[in-house]
């Protein structure tokens, strides 16, 4: 989807940009031939030989894996959400789905960082359906993210769309940028978290679900 021609839909107004909308580029889009040399330039600086016939179709299977790895600028995190249910026969207390999977790449550095979202949310009177909440996931994933922005990001398209009782969002992730380069620390974990209504309100909430995040 060009972000330039996104549809705001009725119930999408009043959103923040980022909820509502695909990103919009600042310039236009490069070609695919341009974006293909610009793979043999980096190939070329790393000292390898651009026309070598090991490399000689790695540009057009690069561009092929962005197309992919970052998706998510061509989609709309409030469309994983418009689509809710009332039946819900008087359910009163929180949904989570945890472990659920993803792969970024740090904005710093271009590499990638991977792990485990955990979200809740505590319904009003409607709730989405929990594949929906892996694709938001997946869509501010499938971005160049902070690890924290995309945290943040995931907690404000619930809260705005859903309009739920409280949210709860945590991530932990492992950061190439940190595990292979740099200070180089393998296996270390960076945690993020974003509280808000009966999950930062009421402790025992926020105990029940760090319990149920680990198993207990």
Not at 95 to 103: A, E, G, Q, R, S
Not at 115 to 134: E, F, M, N, Q
Request: glycine share 6%; aromatic share 8%; charged share 25%.
């Amino acid at each position: 989807m060009d972000a330039k021609n996104t549809v705001i839909k009725p119930w999408q107004q009043g959103l923040s940009d980022h909820v509502r909308t695909a990103p919009a580029a600042s310039a236009p889009r490069p070609s695919r031939e341009e974006a293909e040399a610009a793979v043999r330039t980096l190939i070329a600086y790393a000292g390898d030989d651009a026309t070598r016939e090991g490399v000689l179709d790695t540009p057009k299977r690069v561009v092929d894996a962005y197309d992919e790895l970052f998706q998510g600028y061509r989609e709309v995190p409030a469309d994983s959400l418009d689509r809710t249910f009332s039946e819900t026969s008087g359910y009163n207390d929180f949904v989570l789905v945890k472990d659920i999977p993803f792969n970024s790449h740090c904005e710093h550095h271009m590499m990638p960082f991977f792990g485990l979202a955990h979200i809740a949310y505590k319904p009003t009177d409607r709730v989405v359906g929990l594949s929906k909440l892996a694709r938001l996931v997946d869509t501010y994933a499938k971005r160049l993210q902070t690890q924290e922005n995309m945290t943040a990001q995931i907690a404000t398209a619930l809260e705005e769309v859903m309009k739920p009782k409280g949210v709860a969002v945590m991530l932990e992730a492992e950061h190439t940028c940190m595990t292979m380069r740099g200070v180089a620390k393998p296996g270390s974990l960076t945690m993020t978290t974003h509280f808000s209504g009966t999950f930062r309100d009421d402790p025992n909430e926020l105990v029940r679900f760090m319990s149920l995040l680990r198993g207990k």
